[in-house]
């Protein structure tokens, strides 16, 4: 029997350990595993708001007016297209989440170990460097996915399978056309993960230093709380110029030409505050979210013998 032995900021075992010093690999699928069940899980739970997030902010392209609220779009959903339409392209996302958030939350603390070890401690701010590299790379390899999720989500009247879709797109667009998206994706990404985890991380210290709270589902919640507003706050921007680059389809009259011309679009033709265009559901979404992710992210991971994040 194994016995796993926990040493701060890192995931260890007390057997020998591999030639070039890796720990053994059913340490290294529970510590990826349950990043990644615990941000499905999440997913799953907010998805809806997902759907609504993504037709906010494809609404009045291009143009200034009044836009529809949060309460409104669920209504016009509902009344036109039905319940089924608040789960458009939920496998997809679930895959996703399972890839990106195992990914994202599961280098984090890999990144936050070599910094440690190459400047001799661990800041605020290197958290937040190794939070950034976590996200970025974990979207890179997993964009397709994201861009066939939002396709499908706008593609309420048109059955069609996540393969189907896929190949379509692969098909009219070039195989290309799955990666549109991802410089702002990736920044998205990164913003996320750097204030997300480092906003957990660092008031998970501050609440155990300046509070009577302990290591437990008290402290989780609140301080994954904290880190659902800070990271709303931060990646609204970036996930409305995400959106609407990863739903252009006709490459030869690209309304966008890339993430900056995007954005300064966006703030000309349709005002400043456009950026922040579903925001209210963002918050709505990954306030939940994080909260949900993390709070059982740590569950799973004292119930694998992993320490807390």
């Not at 490459?251 to 349709?270: D, G, I, K, P």
């Not at 925001?279 to 991971?301: H, S, Y």
């Amino acid at each position: 029997m194994v016995k796993i032995v926990v040493y701060e900021g890192s995931i260890e075992s007390n057997e020998e350990k591999h030639k070039w010093g890796l720990p053994k690999t059913s340490t290294i699928i529970c510590h990826f595993g349950t990043s990644g069940i615990s941000v499905a899980a999440a997913t799953a739970v907010t998805h809806p708001l997902d759907v609504l997030k993504v037709r906010l902010q494809m609404q009045l392209v291009g143009q200034k007016g009044p836009l529809t609220g949060l309460g409104q779009m669920f209504t016009q959903i509902m009344r036109n297209e039905g319940f089924s339409a608040m789960y458009l392209g939920l496998a997809p996302s679930l895959t996703r989440s399972v890839l990106y958030g195992g990914l994202r939350l599961g280098l984090y603390e890999p990144s936050k170990h070599v910094c440690e070890m190459a400047f001799g401690s661990t800041n605020i701010f290197l958290k937040i460097l190794a939070g950034g590299f976590a996200g970025s790379f974990a979207t890179a390899l997993t964009n397709p996915v994201e861009v066939l999720k939002v396709r499908l989500q706008m593609n309420s009247g048109i059955k069609v399978s996540a393969v189907g879709e896929m190949r379509r797109i692969a098909s009219d667009e070039g195989i290309t056309a799955l990666w549109k998206g991802v410089g702002p994706a990736m920044a998205r990404a990164a913003t996320l993960t750097a204030s997300q985890l480092a906003t957990y991380d660092e008031s998970k210290r501050a609440l155990t230093r300046w509070t009577p709270l302990e290591q437990g589902f008290s402290l989780h919640l609140m301080s994954s709380t904290i880190a659902g507003v800070v990271s709303t706050l931060a990646t609204a921007p970036m996930d409305m110029v995400k959106t609407r680059l990863m739903l252009q389809k006709d490459s030869s009259n690209r309304t966008y030409r890339n993430s900056f011309h995007c954005a300064y679009q966006v703030m000309l033709t349709e005002g400043p505050r456009a950026l922040y265009k579903g925001g209210l559901t963002i918050f709505a979404r990954l306030g939940p979210q994080t909260t949900i992710t993390f709070v059982l992210c740590e569950k799973l991971r004292e119930l694998s013998g992993l320490h807390a994040i």
